[in-house]
């Protein structure tokens, strides 16, 4: 009983931890899209955690740091959910994370950014340049928008899978990241 | 004499309604048929008490497409449904399945309002009972046939899984996600198929007893190769 209760008090500062990190106590979403056969499947990771510094007259000095936890995802079917996570998909065993580390922002118009980072999923990492725009909302920031990526670039879908006549190579994610005031 | 003769002792008039027929097989429009139909009544009073008419050419149609379509789609769903896991050949399997119930759907709607605005061709003379078990199933046949679709429809958007008929066009959603519906719906669509399956074994028995037994030309008004005149 007694190791028990000493183990809870570093878990318990590890959730304060993860708590203080997280911008607000609600984060926004993550989601995607992909089609299988024109079919819009829609999905989204319940867990994930974002850090972003962005002061508007500086867009350049920002960083974002976005981190998944590639295991929550939902189709919203126990069984899709469950072949999601197999090696042929994204092998979350292996690769429990997929991050996004931004290298540098550019400000293109005062409500939209262009956030160039290297995005890594299934272990493998990719330089790309994501189109984000900015709204602000009383006392909080909402970078949004849309990445289109190939799944198969990733590997995710595997062997007869790569086959992309049935699931499309192309999967579109989705954030609506919130930021509290800093 | 052997029964290979038979049709030689056949009367002309009979010898001429298996050309009428053969004709009728190559698509010869109605209303020939039908102009034949009087004046063999009105040549001959011993024609077998077999009726003559038969549904109208779109109604046949209609009818066989829509058999084809279910045979198909039941067959998918059963297929398609054993497949352990996730594979290509599944979700293709998923989406033809929906495409094929959504087409039955289409065409029963047609079917239905053919039905309602033309008479259908009058049943021989048959126990009471046996008139209304026909109607009665031919009904529960109609609702079933778009009721099945309209559930499997609406276990698909419950899932959150839109119809995008033949991969071109996004149908409709006429209900927002809902696990909880997912089951009912899914449920409903299984229990109306089997008890379309049951009805659908006993419609066939049926027409074959009809034709077989009774002989008395109740299949033929719905085949359009066989002879209308059965021996009697």
């Not at chain 1, 920002?62 to 998909?89: H, P, R």
């Amino acid at each position: 009983m007694r190791i028990i209760r000493w183990a809870v008090v570093p878990i318990a500062l590890a959730a304060m931890a993860a708590w203080a990190q997280t911008p607000t106590a609600n984060p926004g979403t993550i989601s995607f899209v992909a089609k299988q056969m024109n079919v819009p499947i829609k999905g989204q990771f319940k867990q994930f955690s974002a850090q972003i510094q962005f002061d508007p007259a500086r867009p350049a000095a920002g960083k974002a740091a976005v981190e998944i936890d590639v295991a929550s995802l939902d189709l919203g079917d126990k069984e899709f959910n469950y072949e999601m996570n197999t090696k042929t998909w994204l092998d979350t065993r292996t690769y429990p994370k997929a991050t996004f580390i931004s290298s540098a922002i550019k400000a293109i118009a005062p409500d939209r950014l262009e956030v160039s980072g290297k995005l890594t999923i299934k272990g493998k990492t990719l330089d790309v340049a994501v189109p984000v725009t900015l709204k602000t909302e009383g006392r909080t920031r909402v970078f949004e928008g849309t990445l289109p990526i190939r799944r198969t670039t990733f590997n995710i879908g595997e062997d007869e899978w790569r086959d992309t006549s049935v699931v499309a190579d192309e999967v579109q994610i989705r954030f609506h990241l919130i930021a509290a005031p800093q | 004499m052997s029964n290979d003769n038979a049709h030689l002792m056949m009367p002309y008039w009979r010898l001429s309604g298996f050309y009428f027929s053969y004709f009728a097989t190559l698509g010869v429009v109605e209303h020939r048929r039908r102009r034949f139909d009087t004046i063999s009544v009105g040549t001959t009073a011993m024609t077998a008490p077999a009726i003559n008419e038969r549904y109208t050419l779109t109604a046949i149609s209609l009818h066989w497409l829509v058999a084809l379509l279910i045979f198909a789609g039941f067959s998918l769903g059963w297929i398609m449904t054993d497949i352990p896991g996730l594979t290509p050949t599944k979700l293709r399997y998923f989406s033809w399945h929906k495409w094929i119930g959504v087409t039955i759907f289409f065409f029963v709607c047609l079917r239905v309002l053919w039905r309602l605005t033309h008479r259908p061709p009058p049943l021989p003379p048959m126990p009471r009972w046996q008139r209304i078990a026909a109607q009665v199933s031919h009904g529960t046949l109609y609702g079933l046939m778009l009721l099945i679709p309209l559930a499997g429809y609406l276990y698909s958007y419950a899932a959150g899984v839109p119809v995008v008929y033949l991969g071109l066009v996004e149908l409709p959603p006429l209900i927002t996600p809902n696990p909880a519906h997912e089951d009912i719906f899914k449920y409903t669509h299984i229990g109306l198929n089997f008890t379309m399956a049951a009805l659908v074994i006993g419609h066939i028995a049926a027409a074959l007893g009809h034709h077989f037994i009774r002989r008395d030309g109740v299949l033929a008004r719905m085949v359009p190769f066989l002879s209308r005149r059965t021996e009697s």
